[in-house]
């Protein structure tokens, strides 16, 4: 096993220092899957939801919260994100919701990517929770890579 970077001789954590790897073109991609439920799904194609268009907001959440992940996620380092795009595949139950982070930084963007996904949908259960309190938000999960140390990886199969 690689050595635990995120702890010291001691056993303490502590933040990696990443000031002497270059900085290199990085980019990554998450998923998950709100399964809503077919009434939910009717509404948001009727445009008969309570709080408005909730794919825009949603949208919005998940670049936002992508912006301060590190205020999040203890130890992760504070990036500045060239883009971040999230975006939405309704489906007869459930939405698909996909997200993908870009940065040119000395360390990765993965925790962006998944950060954005994961606010989208939480944000759609906001929304849509007058209609449902039975949403469930599942397979939060990061599908690709690429930039880096380790170089490009991709999840070998796609859940949709």
């Known amino acids: 096993m690689a050595e635990l970077t995120h702890l010291d001789a001691n056993g303490a954590v502590r933040m990696v220092d ?3 790897k270059p900085a290199t073109a990085r980019r990554a991609v998450a998923e998950a899957t709100l399964v809503t439920g ?3 799904m009717a509404a948001i194609r009727s445009g008969q939801t309570p ?3 909730v794919f825009e907001a949603a949208r919005l959440a998940g670049i936002m919260a992508a912006k301060r992940t590190a205020e999040l996620i203890p130890l992760c380092h504070s990036i500045a994100l060239d883009v971040v795009s999230v975006d939405f595949t ?3 139950d ?3 919701i996909r997200a993908e982070a870009a940065t040119r930084a000395a ?3 993965e925790m962006e990517a998944l950060t954005a996904v994961a606010v989208a949908g939480l944000t759609l259960i906001d929304m ?3 209609i449902s309190k039975t949403m469930v938000l599942t397979d939060l999960r990061l599908i690709a890579k690429s930039g880096g140390r380790s170089g490009d990886w ?3 199969e796609t859940r949709r």
Do not use: C, F, W, Y
């Open 18 to 20: 990443v000031g002497s």
């Open 38 to 40: 077919r009434d939910v």
């Open 51 to 53: 709080k408005g268009n």
């Open 90 to 92: 309704p489906g007869e």
């Open 94 to 96: 459930r939405i698909a």
């Open 107 to 109: 360390t990765g963007v």
């Open 128 to 130: 849509l929770k007058a």
């Open 154 to 156: 991709r999840a070998e």
